[in-house]
């Protein structure tokens, strides 16, 4: 954390290096919905690698760049692939990006996953606005000295997910045609897919969909003060629901099921935020 700061400062004033934008939103896709990437106007592509302290991506469904244009008319940043805990990376390095978009101007996060549904009222290809969430990866990117720079020593939680921006989703959504769910998100350290009976606990707990992101960068997100708005993409249902078993190739063919949905809806949202 004796870092942090000048390693955001040296990130933001490399990406501000290589474009004018100063965008106003930020974006982070989930397994295979980085399909939106695809309808940014100008873009400007920087490969993660490229950027000073960035980490990369190893995961399959994650590319590995950053892109700065406009969507809809809005200045946006998007990361093209994400950064999880499972990798081998720290929370503080997973939610890294999140400092670096605030410090070259984002105010609003929207921030995506791929889920497994936890709530059996749930089917694979629901959108589920994010209402809260169980960090029950053990870890936390707040440990360690607070730079008051970054923000305060003991963020406020429980407004993480903005209530006007869920509003605004789930109007969205209804004006399309189709419902959202709402939910509880349980982010868990992965990389192995919940038991039954881990599922089970979870479900009393009172979670909807569980996956292994999001959390540490909704919780840095928070601690900076952005707004945030969280979707996640029910990929499949979780482990015991249904009798078969669970792999990586049926969350990203749900993820591309559901993309036409997901994409129309994303690009009503974003002239709204």
Same mark, same amino acid.
């Given at each position: 954390?004796?870092?942090?700061?000048?390693?955001?400062?040296?990130?933001?004033?490399? $990406?501000?290096?290589?474009?004018?934008?100063?965008? &106003?939103?930020?974006?982070? @896709?989930?397994?295979?919905?980085?399909?939106?990437?695809?309808?940014?106007?100008?873009? +400007?592509? =920087?490969?993660?690698?490229?950027?000073?302290?960035?980490?990369?991506?190893?995961?399959?469904?994650?590319?590995?760049?950053?892109?700065?244009?406009? $969507?809809?008319?809005?200045?946006?940043?998007?990361?093209?692939?994400?950064?999880?805990?499972?990798?081998?990376?720290?929370?503080?390095?997973?939610?890294?990006?999140?400092?670096?978009?605030?410090?070259?101007?984002?105010?609003?996060?929207?921030?995506?996953?791929?889920?497994?549904? $936890?709530?059996?009222?749930?089917?694979?290809?629901?959108?589920? +606005?994010?209402?809260?969430?169980?960090? %029950?990866?053990?870890?936390?990117?707040?440990?360690?000295?607070?730079?008051?720079?970054?923000? +305060?020593?003991?963020?406020?939680?429980?407004?993480?997910?903005?209530?006007? %921006?869920?509003?605004?989703?789930?109007?969205?959504? &209804?004006?399309?045609?189709?419902?959202?769910?709402?939910?509880?998100?349980?982010? @868990?350290?992965?990389?192995?897919?919940?038991?039954?009976?881990?599922?089970?606990?979870?479900?009393?707990?009172?979670?909807?969909?569980?996956?292994?992101?999001?959390?540490?960068?909704? =919780?840095?997100?928070?601690?900076?003060? @952005?707004? +945030?708005?969280?979707?996640?993409? =029910?990929?499949?249902?979780?482990?015991?629901? %249904?009798?078969?078993?669970?792999?990586?190739?049926?969350?990203?063919?749900?993820?591309?099921?559901?993309?036409?949905?997901?994409?129309?809806?994303?690009?009503?949202?974003?002239?709204?935020?």
């Amino acid at each position: 954390m004796n870092h942090a700061y000048e390693h955001i400062q040296e990130a933001a004033s490399y $990406i501000q290096s290589r474009t004018s934008a100063r965008p &106003e939103i930020g974006l982070i @896709l989930g397994s295979g919905l980085g399909v939106l990437a695809d309808l940014v106007e100008n873009p +400007v592509t =920087i490969p993660y690698r490229e950027i000073p302290h960035f980490p990369v991506s190893t995961v399959e469904g994650h590319a590995g760049d950053l892109l700065i244009g406009t $969507i809809e008319g809005r200045a946006v940043v998007m990361m093209k692939g994400r950064f999880h805990m499972y990798e081998g990376y720290g929370p503080e390095v997973t939610a890294f990006p999140v400092r670096v978009m605030k410090a070259i101007g984002a105010e609003k996060l929207l921030v995506t996953n791929a889920a497994g549904g $936890i709530n059996t009222s749930y089917e694979p290809g629901d959108l589920m +606005v994010i209402s809260d969430h169980l960090n %029950l990866t053990g870890r936390n990117p707040l440990i360690g000295a607070n730079d008051s720079r970054l923000g +305060v020593r003991f963020p406020d939680m429980s407004q993480a997910y903005s209530p006007r %921006l869920r509003q605004l989703a789930k109007a969205t959504a &209804e004006g399309q045609g189709f419902s959202l769910r709402e939910g509880v998100y349980a982010g @868990l350290l992965g990389p192995n897919y919940e038991t039954p009976a881990e599922i089970r606990m979870l479900r009393t707990m009172g979670a909807d969909a569980v996956g292994m992101s999001t959390v540490s960068e909704v =919780i840095v997100a928070s601690h900076a003060g @952005l707004e +945030v708005l969280g979707i996640s993409c =029910i990929s499949n249902m979780a482990a015991g629901i %249904l009798d078969q078993p669970l792999s990586h190739d049926e969350v990203m063919e749900t993820a591309d099921k559901v993309k036409d949905a997901f994409l129309k809806l994303v690009l009503a949202l974003i002239p709204k935020m």
